[in-house]
């Protein structure tokens, strides 16, 4: 009997097309373990029935060359799927049911992949610790009450609680970096334009991201590889010859030069994180890479510039939830009243507040002092960037300031919650790769990850680094698999 | 800069989200302790900065204006909380 639990995704590939374990067996044991994990409250919508025919179908006419041939996957209810329900984890959309599948979708189900369920997440991806869902908080596995960080927050929970061999998420400002970085995980978030955003139900448009989560760096190359494509439906979408980023992985490092952002040293910042980056620092230089001190002057500006764009463009998406062609509706005596009763009971707090200052940056006399502010500001952190990958081939920072946070710590204020995202942001806003990576565990044992930051379209650069980085950590989440008790 | 009840009104009505009062003095306590945060863009001098529209900077492709996907107003109408045979339905708007 092969022990599925310590498999890596690359692993159950090469079992399945050794025909040493079939896919009916893989999705039965992901099936089996996820519905004994309903205490970590990590799926809105379960798709297990289905999955196991899937899977037998597979087996009958099994196609091995494919790249995830037969291998069950659980996503993120934030992409579109045909004839399945699609939340986003708002109470507007509970009843959502796509006629059409999204293209990253569609590009693992084309590879083999095989639909296990959707996943819950912020409230239209708004939030960094999962806590904003009308689905409810979702448990990290790593320890009871604990957030798993957000918004890609039940992926990144299942995927560490091995419910499933590996997950997509998305991230706007962080929402697979942060949730990696708290359970344990490996999350990249791709160049601006290298994944589809055709069929992911929107936030911000111009940040917006879709990425793998994986337990390890080869998991996370293959994934990355089947969902990155060309496509037109995606206006941003870019046209350039993908890698084949897990054939091409390798971990040397020799000569690589890395830069040091000395602005990333925050006050306060805990004296673990330090002490992680440091680590960090000293491996590189063990493999024969060079690192350089650099400067990203604009670093402190991201995240207010952040919550400018990010939420103006929210405003400007969510426009489109008005009770009339799809979702939830509460009857109003007119149509206005309609659509403000709706959008009032439809939306939870968070995303509420995240329309009004968006709708309050872009309005009458207020556009130039905010949103046009905001873009500029945006480009001066781009140029920074510009001007460290004349020195530098990559950047290596923490992926967040600190460790998970206790479910409802930071709920009743906003700011404190939304600085969580403080060394995720400026990635966002200057279009650029990076992925985080587990690097090490505070003195409450909760993991803490460690940020590669690329040159655009560069993924294959930073998998290897941390690929290499991660040869020398080899880090392993000790889990009592408390939520099966 | 304060944002005052009056003005988280106003933006309410512009978000066609409708608030009751509770909810409107929170949210102005927390609009508040946001914009401060955010009010540290002014210390930057962006006077000679260009504004950075999208990450990409190239021009959006032009495609031919065709149907790809016709006949298909029973998937459209499917999802609609109140529909009939061929519409959409909302509370009547002319008298």
Not at chain 1, 56 to 74: N, Q, R, S, V, Y
């Amino acid at each position: 009997m092969i022990e599925i639990q310590n498999l890596t995704l690359v692993d159950l590939v090469n079992k399945i097309k050794k025909k040493d374990i079939s896919s009916k067996e893989i999705t039965k044991y992901f099936v089996e373990r996820s519905k004994k994990s309903k205490k970590l409250n990590t799926y809105i919508t379960e798709n297990f029935e289905n999955a196991i025919k899937k899977a037998e179908e597979f087996d009958k006419k099994p196609d091995f060359k494919c790249k995830l041939p037969g291998i069950p996957l659980a996503v993120k209810d934030l992409f579109c799927t045909k004839n399945l329900r699609t939340t986003a984890g708002s109470k507007i959309l509970q009843n959502f049911v796509p006629t059409y599948e999204s293209t990253i979708t569609e590009n693992l189900w084309k590879s083999g992949a095989i639909l296990l369920g959707k996943l819950n997440c912020d409230e239209f991806a708004m939030g960094s610790s999962n806590e904003t869902s009308f689905f409810g908080d979702v448990q990290n596995p790593i320890s009871e009450n604990l957030v798993p960080g957000g918004s890609s927050g039940g992926s990144a929970s299942a995927l560490a609680a091995n419910l499933t061999p590996a997950t997509i998420g998305t991230d706007t400002g962080g929402s697979i970096r942060q949730p990696a970085s708290f359970t344990g995980t490996v999350g990249l978030k791709p160049t601006y334009g290298s994944c589809s955003r055709y069929g992911i139900v929107a936030f911000a448009s111009s940040l917006d991201q879709a990425g793998p989560m994986t337990k390890d760096v080869k998991d996370c190359s293959l994934l990355f590889e089947v969902m990155s494509s060309y496509d037109n439906k995606d206006s941003t979408s870019i046209e350039f010859k993908r890698g084949n980023y897990l054939k091409e992985l390798t971990d040397s490092i020799k000569g690589k030069k890395i830069g040091i952002p000395k602005e990333y040293r925050i006050e306060k910042m805990p004296k673990e994180i330090e002490d992680l980056w440091q680590k960090g620092i000293d491996i590189i230089k063990d493999s024969g890479g060079k690192i350089v001190d650099v400067s990203l002057p604009h670093t402190n500006y991201a995240l207010p510039a952040y919550y400018i764009v990010a939420p103006a463009e929210a405003s400007s998406n969510l426009a489109r939830y008005d009770g009339v062609k799809y979702g939830f509706r509460s009857e109003g005596n007119n149509l206005i009243d309609m659509y403000e009763k709706t959008r009032s009971k439809g939306f939870g707090d968070e995303v509420k507040r995240r329309i009004m200052i968006g709708t309050y940056v872009l309005s009458s006399g207020y556009y130039d002092a905010y949103y046009l502010k905001a873009q500029k500001v945006r480009r001066l952190i781009k140029n920074d960037f510009d001007e460290v990958y004349k020195k530098v081939d990559a950047i290596l920072t923490p992926s967040t300031p600190s460790s998970a946070f206790k479910i409802g710590e930071k709920t009743d204020d906003p700011v404190s919650m939304y600085l969580n995202d403080i060394f995720t942001v400026p990635v966002n806003l200057a279009g650029l790769p990076a992925i985080s990576i587990p690097a090490g565990i505070d003195k409450k044992g909760y993991p803490l990850g460690l940020q590669i930051i690329g040159k655009a379209f560069d993924e294959q650069n930073i998998l290897n680094i941390a690929f290499s980085m991660e040869k020398q950590i080899n880090f392993k989440n000790n889990l009592n698999d408390w939520w099966t008790k | 800069m304060s944002i005052d009840l009056k003005t988280v009104k106003h933006i309410s009505k512009l978000s066609r989200i409708s608030l009751d009062d509770k909810k409107a003095e929170k949210l102005a306590s927390d609009l508040n302790a946001i914009f401060s945060f955010i009010e540290k863009l002014n210390k930057l001098d962006t006077s000679k900065t260009e504004p950075l529209t999208s990450i990409a900077e190239t021009t959006l492709k032009l495609r031919k204006d065709e149907i790809k996907s016709g006949n298909i107003r029973e998937e459209v109408l499917k999802n609609s909380p109140n529909k009939n045979k061929d519409f959409f339905v909302v509370p009547k708007v002319v008298e």
